[in-house]
């Protein structure tokens, strides 16, 4: 199974900053990787896929690069609606393996 | 708009099968992919597996053969059914859509917990 490891688990920001959250797959997985936005109460929301495209709706403030087995989501002057988790996941085969998450809180 | 929810028992023994559904609306399950997914508590997500608009499917190894996912179209429904479960089967479980093989999921339910306890 591709390993997909993530961090920080934990990051703290204030409004208006920028944050960047890791992604590291275990192997290459070309740019077969996802991004989710999970809120309590809410349904996950598929952010980014392919490793850099926006799914429609998401906010041009969000950004993702990488390619191979390193990834990162960009979030640029960050909104109090963006402080909750994120996870990467792959797709490049299966078993579909995800990060451990980041909560990103208010600092 | 597609829409997914799933519902079942919040509280299944150790030993038995817990069995949830997956209803889906504004879509036909006919078409595309439909997955479950589980996070365990301290937020380890693990992806069970998936029925296609065919209705084959495919399971996490991990599983083994406890797992089995199936559907009826009449009722636009799928289910999972987790045999033999443990303490360890204690997650949130989520229903959610691929758009085809090997693409990410686009929608998701908003999850039902699970608490496997005697």
């Known amino acids: 199974d591709v390993q997909m490891t993530q961090s920080p688990s934990y990051l703290a920001a204030s409004p208006g900053e920028s944050v960047s959250i890791s992604c590291k797959a275990s192997?290459?997985?070309?740019?077969?990787l996802a991004w989710y936005q999970e809120k309590p109460g809410k349904a996950n929301k598929l952010l980014i896929y392919?490793?850099?495209t926006l799914q429609s709706g998401t906010p041009s403030r969000f950004s993702g690069s990488g390619s191979g087995t390193d990834f990162t989501l960009t979030i640029r002057s960050l909104e109090p609606e963006d402080f909750t988790v994120y996870y990467c996941q792959h797709y490049n085969e299966y078993p579909l393996t995800f990060g451990s998450g980041t909560k990103l809180e208010i600092k | 708009e597609v829409q997914l929810q799933e519902s079942g028992p919040g509280l299944v023994k150790p030993s038995q099968s817990l069995s949830l559904t997956c209803s889906v609306t504004g879509y036909s399950i006919t078409s595309n992919y439909w997955g479950w997914i589980r996070k365990f508590p301290g937020n380890k997500m693990e992806w069970m597996g998936y029925i296609s608009y065919s209705g084959s499917t495919s399971y996490n190894p991990s599983l083994k053969s406890r797992i089995s996912i199936t559907r009826d179209t009449s009722k636009n429904q799928f289910f999972l059914q987790l045999n033999s479960v443990t303490t360890e089967d204690t997650a949130t479980y989520y229903c959610?859509?691929?758009?085809?093989?090997?693409?990410?999921?686009?929608?998701w339910g908003q999850g039902v917990m699970v608490t496997v306890s005697s």
């Open positions: 959610a859509r691929c758009r085809w093989y090997l693409f990410p999921f686009d929608y």
């Open positions: 192997k290459s997985i070309s740019t077969y």
């Open positions: 392919s490793g850099s």
